[in-house]
């Protein structure tokens, strides 16, 4: 085998095109052909191919181009992710539309299509790689059937990082979930064992769904820490080790599981102090608009708060409303944003500093660009 040298200048052009690829604003034709219909080139081919319809739903017509059949495969994966952000409802059917309780009131914007996996709502080349990938994957583990798979893979992989177990079990669940581990039909498959059947049951192959849920072992066993424990027994077993009764593998999970809570009970007493935050007066004399939204764990309800100081500190104005309990925790932030301006302007405190705790809040209000996230309406008037 042949080992070659590329010099530096190739390897950094490499970069540079990769670098393109990924961050470059002119990828992403699909995306653009269905956010701008009225550009000259999407006029074009909307003449040629899809004169009564839109891009999301057009053919591919007779004797397409190669441009024309790689701009419908980008559309396919773009269906995956694209959704409704509704506004005065007049292009959707409201009444077949999911989470409308948790959508902020748009007022008079009209229903657009935007990217439902990134936060600011806009298509990028690096999530629209991720969901094909995701697609994929999930297709494969399925046999080809699936359906609603990236919603769906979004949540769950939400729930997996949520659970209280130590970090090595949670990096062995992304495993299991990737098919990256290596089980006894990976081994075989790569000749590297002579055999794939389960070392406990000595019956069947031993493939991920198997030795977790299918296996004797596995059927008595508990999720998370059990995992665990079965992988470490596989690995005990595969090396020559005598196998471990049943029981005792389920006693090991619960010992284990009982350590680690009363390893993560924090010590009150113990734990450094928080520190105060101190207010700090407006810079420019003036007044200073503190707001922040919040929720309460026991009813779900929603609210928002506002007060108004001056250069010394001295209370000027104050108010708290209830929002609906229903949207999310940024659209809470921006409610509190929106009616506080308001609140103050109303009252002529000029000139005033605005305060909040919610970072990407204020990077949406900061921002020059159009915000298609779901709560981007509530950012008119701000």
């Known amino acids: ?228 424990v079965l992988w470490n027994e596989r690995n005990r077993v595969l090396f020559g080790s005598q196998p471990t009764l049943p029981g005792i593998l389920v006693q090991h999970a619960k010992d284990y599981d009982d350590d680690f809570k009363q390893s993560s009970v924090v010590n009150r007493s113990l734990s450094s102090p928080v520190r105060d935050v101190k207010w700090k007066s407006p810079t420019d004399s003036g007044f200073k608009l503190n707001v922040d939204g919040g929720d309460c764990m026991e009813t779900g309800a929603k609210g928002v708060g506002a007060i108004v100081r001056d250069s010394q500190g001295n209370l000027v104005r104050a108010l708290a409303m209830r929002v609906p309990s229903q949207i999310s925790v940024l659209a809470t932030e921006l409610y509190a944003l929106k009616i506080r301006i308001s609140f103050a302007l109303d009252a002529s405190l000029v000139p005033l500093e605005i305060e909040s705790n919610s970072l990407l809040a204020v990077s949406m209000v900061n921002s020059e660009e159009e915000c298609l996230a779901t709560e981007g309406g509530l950012l008119e008037g701000v």
């Open 1 to 228: 085998m042949s080992v070659l040298l590329l010099p530096v200048g190739l390897c950094r052009e490499i970069e540079s095109i990769l670098a393109q690829f990924w961050w470059s604003k002119s990828i992403g034709r699909g995306w653009r052909l269905s956010e701008f219909p009225n550009s000259l080139i999407a006029r074009m081919l909307k003449a040629r191919y899809f004169p009564n319809s839109d891009f999301l739903a057009a053919s591919s017509g007779l004797l397409p181009s190669f441009t024309w059949q790689s701009l419908l495969w980008g559309r396919d994966l773009l269906r995956l992710g694209l959704r409704w952000l509704i506004g005065d409802g007049r292009l959707v059917n409201i009444y077949e539309a999911e989470a409308i309780l948790s959508i902020p009131l748009m007022g008079d914007t009209l229903d657009r299509r935007i990217w439902n996996f990134a936060k600011n709502g806009r298509y990028s080349v690096k999530s629209g790689y991720w969901v094909a990938l995701e697609y994929k994957r999930l297709e494969e583990l399925s046999d080809g059937s699936v359906a609603s798979p990236l919603s769906h893979s979004l949540k769950s992989w939400k729930h997996l990082w949520k659970l209280k177990v130590p970090q090595k079990i949670l990096h062995l669940l992304w495993r299991l979930v990737q098919s990256i581990h290596h089980s006894k039909e990976v081994l075989f498959r790569s000749r590297i064992t002579q055999e794939d059947v389960c070392c406990h049951c000595l019956v069947l192959r031993q493939t991920t769904i198997h030795s977790l849920v299918g296996c004797v072992v596995c059927m008595q066993s508990l999720f998370a820490f059990t995992v665990w």
